[in-house]
């Protein structure tokens, strides 16, 4: 099994940029994409970014294209999303996910690709 938690979620104002982190263990060798998603309230969740745990080959939204940076520390086992310029529509929960290849994988990755999800990580963009 493979567990994922988020973190750095937080309250900003627009124009502000966050680095979320998702930390990864278990059996992470068996991970072969890393993504993040987000929800806002009333929404269908939708794809931010992915990386590719032993390639550095990235995919990004376009939601977020231009704003986005994916980042991984494979020896630490975690994977960043930088948001630059954040917007009061980005407020949702950011969710972390990964996909491993024996149930088959997805490029760039979808909801239903997924075998693992973490909690989610709170984004806010207010005044």
């Known amino acids: 099994q493979i567990q994922l938690v988020e973190s750095g979620g937080d309250t900003v104002q627009p124009g502000d940029s966050l680095r979320l982190s998702c930390v990864a263990s278990?059996?992470?060798?068996?991970?072969?994409?890393v993504a993040w998603f987000r929800q806002a309230p009333g929404k269908e969740r939708e794809f931010i970014a992915a990386v590719k745990r032993y390639t550095d080959m990235k995919a990004y939204g376009d939601s977020v294209k231009g704003r986005c940076t994916i980042l991984k520390d494979k020896a630490r086992e975690t994977v960043f999303l930088q948001v630059d310029g954040l917007k009061p529509e980005d407020t949702a929960l950011y969710y972390c996910a990964a996909d491993e290849l024996q149930n088959g994988v997805q490029w760039p990755p979808v909801i239903g690709a997924m075998d693992y999800w973490g909690k989610g990580t709170q984004v806010t963009v207010s005044s």
């Open positions: 278990g059996r992470t060798e068996n991970i072969y994409n």
